[in-house]
């Protein structure tokens, strides 16, 4: 199995919901603790309109911090989220290592919060994409209700292949799905990820689940299987609102870790220090984060046979 | 795939360790909600000590209620757990129709449960299990702490499988492994079961995992995978310690038989109705159970490609 790694978007997907805007001193300092315990992928933010979502209004001073001489550890990465050029233009000018970027499989989903079809979106996003290679960065693309849609339900597999199928063609080969609604089960995420590798064996699969129906690890499991060798949580499983009756975090990053640790894989990792910071996240928010091993302490260090 | 069944055991795992006693019109309740919902392989309750476990001191006037003339739908299979002898004969004479009993793979959780080392404990299992089928009873032994052990910790596969062959050498085929501390992973999972499918074919497999670590319904997935078919669940994810810090619930049969009917499996079941009586459950002891479905809601009726 190949080598797999963790892809902390906590930072992104996990704040953006939160109502609590959280400093940016707070972020720098979250931020520090993930690298001491060895994370090195991490989404520091998205560059989107700090109108709609106040919470990344300090993507590019997140990203300039860091930047900044000697204040980033060589080898780790550092991943923004973008929507569209002028996303991308702030992101090459602060110094994203890694732009993330995609289309909803949901036509309605594309259009409620792109304005654009599914179809324009991709050509919109391949360009973009070939942009931010063409500047020597690292680039994801993904596939938003991959799994299936709040809005329209189910989404055919095929409507899946066709818009991988354009990513290959234009020369992209890191490809995120993202399970936007949490409706991904884990016989689904095996069989897509399968059908996608043989389209094109040497594509770099990444996964994104929520755990809204308490498959979040289930699915993790399935995809390791399949093959998928990136996989994107958040610490202490932020994500969920708290205001609305389906809570839907992402998978959480300590249990994840956990949970590959007990299998010997991502070792790098410092699980305790991880929890620290998890446990800091929670503290400022002052409510208990809906991951596992918080509650119920690590087994890594327990008595192995 | 075969066919694979659900063994509702929240009225016996479930309730044993709640402070507050349900009466026995409140079980009979639970029992035909179960029932209605079109769940048939129910465990009503343990025979034990009453003085230890107040909880099942009714479990023999459960059993007679619906072994009385019309009361239990034909095909519907109630199950007791019995710890010794005495317990068996409590069952024989109130109308069980599988008997489940086991041995701990660790030594000093079977001395502190039973006061019999592993090895005493298996031959008088054995015995038992063979005087229960002599009575043309369905039985099924299982292999506690077989993931891990809250006080062994790891505990070596070797011992699991010396076990299972003392089991399949006096003729018992119904085998199950249990997660007592919820230590298990998915791997792991996987290449037990596969082991001991390798060593006899024509075995019955079933699993117990609780949810401590958030893994719960990944095991069963990885369960699922290696040809398991008895999948014990306890409604709501019943059976974690509200006085203790780790919460350790086991695994929620509406979400896993939520995630098994994503997959058209178990379609025999009214997701509704079982939800029905979970919500009625977490209504009697007056707080939020740890179930994923109860809070987001079902997606079984939701729209289909």
Redesign the interface.
Known sequence: MSEVKIHEVGLRDGLQIEKQIVPLEKKVEWVEGLLASGSDMIQLGSFVNPEKVPQMADSDKLFSHFTQAGKKPSGAIFSGLVLNEKGLERGLACGVDMFCMGVSASDTHSRKNTGKSTEEAVGQIIAMAQAAMKAQKRIQVSIQSAF?CGF?????QERIFSIVDRYLAAGIRNISLADTA??A????VESLYAEILQRDSQVELACHFH????????N???ALKAGVKYFEAALGGLGGCPFT????GNV?TE?LV??LQ??DMVLDINLDKLMETARDVGSFFNRDLP???L???S?IN????
Chains 1, 2 share one sequence.
């Not at 089960?185 to 689904?188: E, S, T």
């Open positions: 299936g329209e339900g189910a989404i055919p949490g409706h089960y884990p016989q689904q755990n809204t129906y308490g498959l979040g690890l289930a993790c499991y399935a009756k389906v809570a839907a959480c249990d956990h949970s007990r299998q991951g596992s091993i509650k119920a302490g087994l327990f008595k192995k046979a």
